[in-house]
């Protein structure tokens, strides 16, 4: 296995698959179960700061007894000092939020404690003055990395591409003022022009991008006549778009490309590492699969490394990345034309 050892963010890996942020990284069994199934890295499931947003309107609605607070007489409300609603609120948020953040960093460093390879803690804020102090009292619990998980659907056409875009910016310069951790930054793919974008962030101080985030799918359900949720978890054949973006972007950009979505086996992984990504996360394949999944991926590519003469990973990452052609849009529309003018 030693044919596979990387550096993701400045650390060093065992190998370049990684265990995503998923629900599954979220207790000290399974982190432990992934070291042992072989995973380089693990990604923590995300602190959301929409979650401590939902626990304090839970305590706010099923308040003492189950009765809303609102429907009390003033005095037997917590107390009088709280008897406003945005008194109320911020007094149980503050409340809600410390001991959320705090049960956080106490499992955070309980992973650390519990495996040897890297744990890198997610956040996802959606206040500035919280993306950087959450990640400084992570820091503190000796992670060895964090993923900032940004999260932009930009759906409001009163803003711009350029205002939604400085969030970005903001939230890391906020965060590399406070801390000295790798950063690395999970980005969707809803940008106006993605390649710039991701090159001018690579090159803001952050160690990695993870491309892409999996956007929450919608769906219409036609006998309710109603919104729905699409699949939660993706199928094999999503890789291909990332594929096409790490196959683009590496080899010109200022930062580690860790590849996320549709991965679901040993040759959608080595397809990425081709393209060019420093890492591969996985997280609907240890779903779907179960974590016997990394075995395959990972004994599957030492035996095509194997039979191809190739005795390190960076022998052959991005041997057939895109990011030595001029122009890919344009090769990419003679390939289209090639291939779909001829199907009748
Ligand atoms: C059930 C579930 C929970 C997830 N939770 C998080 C999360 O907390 N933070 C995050 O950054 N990504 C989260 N993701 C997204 C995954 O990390 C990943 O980026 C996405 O699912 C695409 O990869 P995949 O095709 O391997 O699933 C979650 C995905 C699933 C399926």
């Given at each position: ?15 370049p ?11 000290i069994?399974?982190?432990r179960?992934?070291e042992k199934k ?10 959301f700061?929409?979650?401590?947003h939902?626990?304090a309107?839970k ?24 008897y ?11 409340f809600?939020?410390?001991n959320?953040?705090a049960k956080?960093?106490?499992?955070l ?18 206040s ?7 990640a ?6 000796g ?16 803003r ?12 890391i310069q906020e ?18 022009s993605l390649?710039q ?11 990695g991008?993870?491309?892409?985030n999996r956007?929450?799918n919608?769906d219409?359900?036609i ?12 199928t ?23 590849a996320?979505?549709?991965v679901h086996?040993h040759?959608?992984f ?12 996985i ?25 191809h ?18 122009n ?5 529309r003679?390939?289209?034309m ?7």
């Amino acid at each position: 296995m030693e044919k596979l050892q990387t550096t993701y963010l400045g650390l060093k890996l065992r190998n370049p698959l990684i265990a995503g942020s998923c629900g599954l990284t979220n207790s000290i069994s399974n982190i432990r179960e992934l070291e042992k199934k072989g995973v380089g890295a693990i990604v923590i499931k995300s602190l959301f700061e929409e979650q401590i947003h939902l626990e304090a309107e839970k305590v706010i609605k099923n308040d003492i007894g189950g009765v809303s607070l609102f429907n009390r007489a003033p005095d037997t409300i917590l107390s009088k000092r709280i008897y406003d609603y945005d008194e109320a609120y911020s007094y149980i948020y503050d409340f809600a939020k410390r001991n959320t953040l705090a049960k956080y960093l106490s499992f955070l460093a309980e992973a650390k404690e519990s495996v040897e390879i890297p744990v890198i803690a997610s956040i996802n804020c959606v206040s500035n003055q919280d993306w950087h102090s959450f990640a400084k009292k992570i820091e503190e619990t000796g992670v060895d990395a964090i993923e900032l998980n940004i999260y932009i659907l930009p759906s409001d056409w009163r803003r711009s591409g350029e205002d939604n875009e400085k969030i970005y910016y903001d939230i890391i310069q906020e965060v590399r003022n406070y801390v000295n951790l790798p950063i690395a930054v999970k980005i969707g793919f809803y940008f106006s022009s993605l390649a710039q974008s991701v090159k001018s962030l690579s090159e803001c101080g952050i160690k990695g991008l993870v491309l892409f985030n999996r956007p929450y799918n919608t769906d219409i359900n036609i006998d309710k006549i109603e919104l729905s949720h699409g699949p939660i978890y993706s199928t094999p054949e999503e890789f291909t778009h990332t594929l096409r973006w790490i196959s683009i972007l590496s080899g010109n950009i200022g930062c580690d490309l860790s590849a996320s979505t549709g991965v679901h086996d040993h040759k959608s992984f080595i397809k990425q590492l081709l393209a060019g990504a420093t890492t591969v996360q996985i997280a609907s394949a240890l779903y779907k699969e179960g974590f016997e999944v990394i075995p395959e991926i990972l004994d599957g590519t030492t035996a095509w490394m194997k039979k191809h003469n190739f005795g390190t990973v960076d022998s052959f990452r991005g041997n057939l990345s895109k990011s030595k052609l001029e122009n890919p849009a344009a090769i990419e529309r003679v390939q289209f034309m090639k291939l779909y003018s001829g199907i009748e």
